[in-house]
């Protein structure tokens, strides 16, 4: 997946006035770029790509296609180049599409500079993900494979596992157990594989490599055993989750520089946690010495909610002078992303929530959420929907789908932990599942913005709906809101089958309140039919309100200030 934050070391090259504004614009919202100077433009240019993560060069094209065409090494290690025109209308991702961030800092660029993102990356195009933008490490015949599934020609899936892939086009499907092993395959698999031409293969994060050591083992000797069991056990490095050890030997240096060098996390757990997992060689010395009787069997198998359940040993402890290693594979865990859609508008929609609906291989919702976001979803996405009143159905749904490994995005409107769907899901949702929370903006927070600065001090939420919640104790939380004069929210306010519940609560709030006390009704904020209606605890006509509205009741401190309600926080300007 692309990253919704910038290259940590961005150069910029420019050669006219012209460029050195936009690259004034670029330096003083990313204070990690810089513009690189040199003899002339050409020199600028080579000491940006030998220094920076990534350059955006403020040139025409042409050039810089002819200054760095002597530089070029490799995809995976070379810099990203985006190129921007000198009336800055179009930001042009050169070089690194995919593999150097090139990509997603056209886009960005772009957004900053008001221009428009040329992407040609052929996957990106036509709204495919590319191999390489999985978030796993891919190898093999990446590039032919890629191709095959653009084409639309069949591509083969075969997995160890069920991994939580994202959506794939339909002409990829899992390959059945009788169909020849011939064309395009796409393997997801921990497993050394035989070079193919016709052959991809996706390396999931499934091994779990334990080291234990002795006080000083060099690097080269850590690095020399965990290559040497891997290579002995035909598994493949790029499936390393991380290395895992003893919490004493969390500054050992030659396993720390290890786990540096191959690009993972070293993960530490106390003695008593790895004396708990039960291993096939124990030893008493290396209890006596570190207060477990395992170190690298046990470290290897406790997965990142400290237990031992999905992982498989593969590789029993293997010891030389002075260090150990065991290898485990860890079964795949699902994954549900519950994501807040906020209150309408696409462009009050996160992009983090944007990410995780395009990572989602199954998303489920309610319909009408479903079709606010049907255009984000990549092809292939599989769409569960349902309507109103089923939000357990929904739940459930999602959680069973998560729970048989697949990648799956829950949708609600505002945000999913507020009213919505995130708690009747995680109410089901156990440790097989890999849970990522996405805030949205709350309809409370959009009504707020629309009515003014309401939400200034304390306030209170409630929900009046007594679908759920029994009426008495609706009304003790208002009660209890009145008396201590919160700002009061109030959602599911008023249906057709429930009319009497909301001029309750205004009374209650009616007692406790002057009767000019602002009160603000949103209906349906930043949608087409928004509606703002202000009135006060005397004048408001519940008849106005619905399902689709939100009420904003003020506390005593409460103005209307040029037509807008504020609730002050004590400052000066206030007297």
């Known amino acids: 997946m692309t990253d919704q934050n910038p290259p940590t070391r961005i150069g910029l090259v420019a050669a006219t006035a012209a460029g050195r504004r936009h690259a004034d614009t670029v330096t003083a919202a990313w204070p990690h770029a810089r513009l690189v100077e040199g003899e002339n433009v050409a020199d600028a240019l080579r000491t940006a790509w030998a220094g920076c993560d990534a350059v955006i060069a403020f040139l025409a094209t042409g050039a810089v296609v002819r200054i760095v065409a002597p530089l070029l090494d490799d995809k995976r290690t070379d810099p990203a180049v985006v190129v921007v025109d000198e009336a800055a209308r179009h930001a042009v991702a050169l070089l690194g599409g995919h593999a150097g961030g090139a990509n997603a800092l056209a886009e960005q660029v ?16 036509v709204d495919l993900p590319g191999l390489d933008t999985l978030g796993w490490p891919v190898q093999g015949a990446v590039a032919t494979v890629s191709r095959a599934i653009l084409d639309g020609e069949p591509v083969r899936l075969i997995a160890d596992a069920d991994w939580p892939l994202p959506a794939l086009p339909p002409n990829v499907r899992a390959a059945a157990e009788d169909q020849p092993d011939d064309g395009y395959r796409l393997l997801v698999t921990d497993r050394v594989v035989p070079p193919d031409e016709r052959t991809a293969v996706l390396r999931p994060p499934s091994l779990v490599a334990g080291v234990g050591a002795s006080r000083g083992v060099p690097a080269a000797e850590v690095a020399e055993l965990l290559r040497r069991v891997l290579a002995e056990a035909g598994l493949d490095p790029a499936s390393l989750r991380c290395l895992a050890t003893a919490d004493i030997k969390a500054d050992e240096a030659g396993i720390r520089s290890t786990a540096d060098a191959l690009g993972v996390p070293l993960v530490t757990w106390p003695a008593t946690r790895l004396a708990a997992v039960d291993v096939p060689h124990p030893s008493e010395v290396v209890r006596a010495a570190v207060g477990t009787p395992s170190v690298a069997e046990a470290a290897a198998l406790l997965g990142p909610d400290g237990r031992a359940v999905d992982a498989t040993l593969l590789v029993g402890k293997t010891a030389t002078a002075m260090a150990t290693v065991a290898v485990a594979r860890h079964a795949p865990r699902g994954r549900l992303a519950v994501v807040g859609l906020g209150p309408g508008a696409a462009d009050l929609r996160t992009p983090r929530a944007v990410a995780e609906l395009r990572r989602a291989a199954v998303v489920v919702g309610l319909d009408q959420y479903l079709d606010q976001v049907r255009d984000v979803l990549r092809p292939g996405t599989r769409v569960l929907s349902t309507g109103l009143g089923a939000e357990e159905a929904r739940a459930r749904a999602a959680v069973a789908e998560a729970a048989a490994g697949r990648a799956v995005a829950l949708i609600g409107s505002g945000d999913a932990g507020v009213y919505a769907m995130a708690s009747p899901a995680l109410e089901y949702a156990d440790e097989r599942i890999d849970v990522v929370g996405v805030p949205g903006v709350t309809a409370a927070l959009a009504a707020g913005a629309l009515l003014g600065a309401p939400l200034g001090h304390d306030h209170a939420y ?15 939380r208002v009660t209890a809101a009145a008396e201590g ?30 009767p000019d006390t602002p009160v603000g009704v949103v209906r349906n904020a930043s949608r087409p039919d928004e509606r703002v209606h202000l009135a006060t605890l005397a004048t408001l006509e519940t008849a106005i309100v619905d399902m689709y509205s939100v009420v904003v009741v003020g506390s005593s401190d409460t103005r209307l200030v040029a037509g807008r309600m504020v609730t002050p926080r004590g400052y000066r300007w206030r007297s």
């Open 110 to 125: 772009a957004a900053l500079l008001d221009a428009r993102p040329v992407i040609t990356t052929a996957t990106d195009a």
């Open 462 to 476: 409630l929900s009046l709906s007594d679908l759920h919640t029994p009426w008495g104790v609706i009304e003790r």
């Open 485 to 514: 004069d919160f700002v009061t929210l109030f959602y599911n306010p008023r249906s057709r089958a429930r009319d009497w519940q909301l001029g309750k609560a205004i009374g209650i709030l009616a007692a406790h309140r002057p």
